[in-house]
């Protein structure tokens, strides 16, 4: 399994920034192992979602161009202070995160 999505949400006036570190290798497959020389086998974030209070908020999709251990930052309306986030994601493995954060005052 791998480490915790991090999450940070923080309400700024009428609008929330987030920002999430998912923390993950994006292997591309084409990489050496430098001990055996053998390629580190294809596992990168296929697709993502993002939502808040049981709505989502973005979805994306992902590919090997990503580097490891991706962050995104963006801002939303119509949170506020308690409202809780979900975050998960589903690699080219089938391997899968959720995580959940919470919307802070500044």
Same mark, same amino acid.
């Given at each position: 399994m791998s480490d915790p *999505?991090?999450?940070?949400? !923080? &309400?700024?006036? $009428?609008? !929330?920034?987030?920002?999430? &570190?998912?923390?993950? %290798?994006?292997?591309?497959?084409?990489?050496?192992?430098?001990? !055996?020389? /053998?390629?580190? %086998? =294809?596992?990168? *974030?296929?697709?993502? &979602?993002?939502?808040? #209070?049981? /709505? %989502?908020?973005? $979805?994306?999709? =992902? #590919?090997?161009?990503?580097?490891?251990? %991706?962050?995104?930052?963006? /801002?939303?309306?119509? &949170?506020?202070?308690?409202?809780? =986030? =979900?975050?998960?994601? *589903?690699?080219?493995?089938?391997?899968?995160?959720?995580? $959940?954060? *919470?919307?802070? #005052?500044?």
């Amino acid at each position: 399994m791998s480490d915790p *999505i991090k999450i940070r949400a !923080t &309400l700024q006036g $009428e609008t !929330t920034d987030i920002r999430i &570190l998912m923390q993950h %290798p994006m292997e591309t497959g084409q990489r050496k192992d430098a001990s !055996t020389g /053998k390629l580190v %086998p =294809l596992q990168f *974030i296929q697709t993502f &979602l993002v939502s808040a #209070n049981g /709505k %989502p908020l973005v $979805e994306g999709q =992902l #590919n090997t161009a990503v580097s490891k251990n %991706p962050v995104f930052a963006f /801002k939303a309306r119509g &949170l506020k202070a308690g409202d809780k =986030l =979900l975050v998960s994601w *589903i690699d080219s493995s089938g391997d899968k995160r959720t995580d $959940e954060g *919470i919307v802070t #005052n500044s």
